[in-house]
């Protein structure tokens, strides 16, 4: 069974293919309201009405190369969550980006694990330097929220060189995990 992180980072992959340069990722996992809630969203290309219908039929893809010609990340997290007795939302919109929406009961016996989380924001975050990253992680009453963006600044000119360092990868986890 695959892990919600795995498909948090085929969507977030989608993005960056799509020239996200901000994106945004909410997990909110509310046992109140026996919901999970998981919104990615970008400012990348967008989709005008067309390729929208198209992008949530599995067998489209507008990747040209042959490695992977098959589009599945979105027509499969859609799946995933219809099939936990939960719901899809995609907006999306040519020159402005897309924000999706998906959420399932917590209490249903289908949902997949969590997977590493922390850890695959992590790596997404210092594969990407450019890129800001929003990730906001709320159970119950715990939220984390962590923003690349005044990272960025507080290191300065020294941003590039220091961003895929094993001190940031150290200092990315504990912000990331913060209790
Ligand atoms: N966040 C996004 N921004 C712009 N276009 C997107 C986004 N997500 C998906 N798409 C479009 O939908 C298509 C299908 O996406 P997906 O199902 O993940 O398959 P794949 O990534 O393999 O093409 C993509 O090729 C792309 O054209
Ligand atoms: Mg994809």
Not at 32 to 50: E, F, K, S, V, Y
Not at 155 to 163: C, K, V
């Amino acid at each position: 069974m695959y892990e919600l992180a795995l498909f948090m980072l085929d969507l977030v992959q989608n993005a960056l293919t799509a020239g996200a340069t901000y994106i945004k990722i909410w997990l909110d996992e509310d046992f109140t309201r026996n919901r999970l809630t998981l919104t990615i969203a970008d400012n990348g290309c967008g989709m005008a009405p067309h390729t929208l219908t198209r992008a949530l039929d599995p067998f489209m893809t507008t990747k040209t190369s042959r490695r992977k010609s098959i589009g599945l990340g979105l027509p499969f997290f859609r799946q995933l969550v219809e099939s936990c007795g939960g719901g899809f939302k995609i907006k999306s919109r040519p020159g402005c980006g897309t924000v999706i929406t998906g959420w399932y009961p917590l209490d249903n016996v289908d949902q997949p694990p969590l997977g590493d989380w922390n850890e695959t924001l992590r790596a997404l975050i210092q594969a990407n330097p450019h890129v800001r990253f929003y990730c906001a992680h709320r159970r119950n009453q715990r939220c984390v929220t962590f923003d690349t963006l005044p990272v960025r600044r507080a290191l300065g000119p020294h941003a590039d060189a220091l961003w895929q360092s094993a001190d940031m990868t150290t200092w990315f986890r504990e912000q990331l995990s913060a209790s």
